[in-house]
């Protein structure tokens, strides 16, 4: 267990508004990552993070902004959500060690309507 | 382009049967790791194996091996003795770079499990 918890874990908004959705992690581990998963895609990664105000664009960032600005929590917001956007989205971060594997958070179901 | 192909969109497999998942990749670097993830019905990602560009031993994790072949770029997940329990999606992806760098990991667009009784 990575200690990862993902906030809200469920949320259905409408078209045009504003969504921030949080990651919070207990081990203090540096690398934290927002992905998005789609029927079909797999996972694809929005933005990660490789410290605190260090944050940089995955393959499909477009719409999507993140902050992070303690060690613990790492944000992701869709400023004006589209239906494109509905998704389910996990945080991941990577354990230091030999092999950096990812450890996942149980996932936040976006629903934009 | 895809660097990383799962061809089978859905499999089934005898219960205590083994079977095999494919994954291909694509990278110019010569560094790199491959991962297997396994997400059950519930939804959670489990990390299951990893594989390394410079190991020459195929990783094996109880039930679960890594048949990596280098020169065909292929990294396919072996579960053996199947469980009903492992009915699920499983993910291949990939890190490019050193290991001791921050990573972007790709992943495949999966497999669909189904452990028949």
């Known amino acids: 267990d990575a200690g990862i918890t993902q906030s809200p874990r469920h949320k259905v908004t409408e078209t045009g508004t504003p969504v921030t959705l949080r990651c919070h992690q207990t081990?203090?581990?540096?690398?934290m990552y927002w992905y998005r998963q789609d029927p079909g895609h797999g996972l694809r990664l929005i933005h990660y993070?490789?410290?605190?105000?260090?944050?940089d664009k995955g393959e499909v960032s477009d719409g999507y902004s993140v902050s992070r600005s303690k060690t613990e929590d790492f944000l992701l917001t869709l400023e004006s959500a589209t239906s494109s956007q509905t998704s389910v989205y996990f945080c991941a971060i990577s354990v230091q060690g030999a092999v950096l594997e990812q450890y996942f958070g149980p996932g936040t179901r976006l629903t934009v309507t | 382009a895809q660097k990383i192909t799962q061809t089978q969109p859905g499999m089934f497999v005898q219960e205590k049967e083994a079977v095999t998942l494919d994954c291909t990749y694509d990278?110019?670097?010569?560094?790199?790791?491959l991962f297997w993830y396994k997400q059950p019905s519930s939804g959670e990602m489990i990390f299951l194996i990893y594989?390394?560009?410079?190991?020459?031993q195929n990783a094996t994790e109880g039930r679960y091996s890594l048949n990596f072949q280098k020169a065909r770029k292929s990294a396919n997940l072996v579960i053996s003795a199947s469980q009903l329990g492992d009915s699920a999606m499983y993910f291949c992806?990939?890190?490019?770079?050193?290991?001791?760098?921050?990573?972007?990991?790709?992943f495949g667009p999966g497999t669909s499990l189904s452990v028949i009784p």
């Open positions: 993070s490789y410290g605190v105000k260090d944050t």
């Open positions: 990278t110019s670097d010569q560094s790199y790791g």
């Open positions: 594989q390394g560009s410079y190991d020459e």
């Open positions: 081990e203090n581990h540096r690398y």
């Open positions: 992806a990939m890190r490019e770079g050193r290991e001791t760098s921050y990573d972007k990991v790709i």
